[in-house]
């Protein structure tokens, strides 16, 4: 999808790239070897120079991410997920600045990674450092602030991808479990009835001494993590058609 994209270019919408692609045009290539002017002189040069210029920053994924809408930064993923990671945490409440963080999970479509404070928590920031695109739900207003909150200076993914406003344009709104629900995700059983103020109860009895309640955070964290690859997967399929659809 990223090299059918236009709107990263500056003054170039949604409408300007559906009409290169009703003349034809659905690559970048097709717009720099199309021998008939398609804009006028000075809108040829700035896309051609734009597009040049992507084609040069082709696997930079900090390129793209800052130039395409937010909105719009699905489109990087087919061509960075072998270089990206889900990401959820687990904290003691939803203020960033009276809240800690307890657990980080991380998941690359092989590999659980769990990040436990008091345990391992600063080995996270070595970890994510391997990615270079992260996604998440919700992760532009909670995850990564508060991760930044709690690692002052550290380097995160240059692209991001926040689930819960891309499924927001495919009409699922609510939280993850809801929109897990209504697309027959189904968690197992032992985690089935926990949520964001569950996970709370749960890392505080096992501050109490309950080693089963952090094993049950973890695989709520498991979990959350796990399934937004398939919704991931979902969602960047259906935006495509979406936006090919049009016009």
Not at 138 to 149: E, M, S, T, V
Not at 189 to 204: Q, S, T, Y
Request: net charge negative; glycine share 8%; aromatic share 12%.
């Amino acid at each position: 999808m990223l090299e059918h994209t236009f709107i990263h270019i500056p003054g170039i919408g949604p409408k300007t790239e559906q009409t290169l692609w009703n003349r034809g045009i659905y690559r970048w290539h097709d717009f720099l070897n199309h021998e008939k002017p398609v804009f006028s002189p000075a809108k040829n040069r700035l896309i051609h120079e734009n597009l040049e210029a992507s084609l040069a920053h082709r696997d930079h994924i900090g390129f793209f991410n800052d130039r395409l809408p937010t909105g719009e930064r699905w489109r990087l993923f087919d061509a960075f997920k072998h270089r990206s990671v889900y990401l959820d945490i687990e904290t003691t409440g939803y203020d960033q600045w009276s809240s800690d963080i307890t657990v980080i999970g991380l998941y690359d479509g092989d590999e659980v990674q769990t990040f436990v404070n008091g345990k391992n928590l600063d080995a996270f920031e070595m970890a994510i450092a391997r990615y270079d695109l992260v996604i998440t739900f919700n992760g532009a207003c909670f995850d990564l602030p508060f991760i930044k909150g709690c690692f002052p200076g550290i380097s995160l993914p240059k692209g991001h991808i926040d689930l819960r406003f891309v499924l927001k344009k495919l009409g699922y709104e609510g939280g993850l479990k809801k929109i897990e629900k209504d697309l027959g995700i189904v968690r197992d059983d032992d985690i089935e009835g926990v949520d964001g103020f569950e996970a709370v109860r749960l890392w505080r009895k096992y501050q109490r001494g309950d080693e089963k309640a952090l094993k049950t955070l973890i695989s709520y964290n498991n979990a959350d993590i796990i399934n937004l690859e398939p919704l991931m997967e979902l969602a960047y399929e259906r935006m495509k058609s979406k936006v090919f659809s049009v016009g």
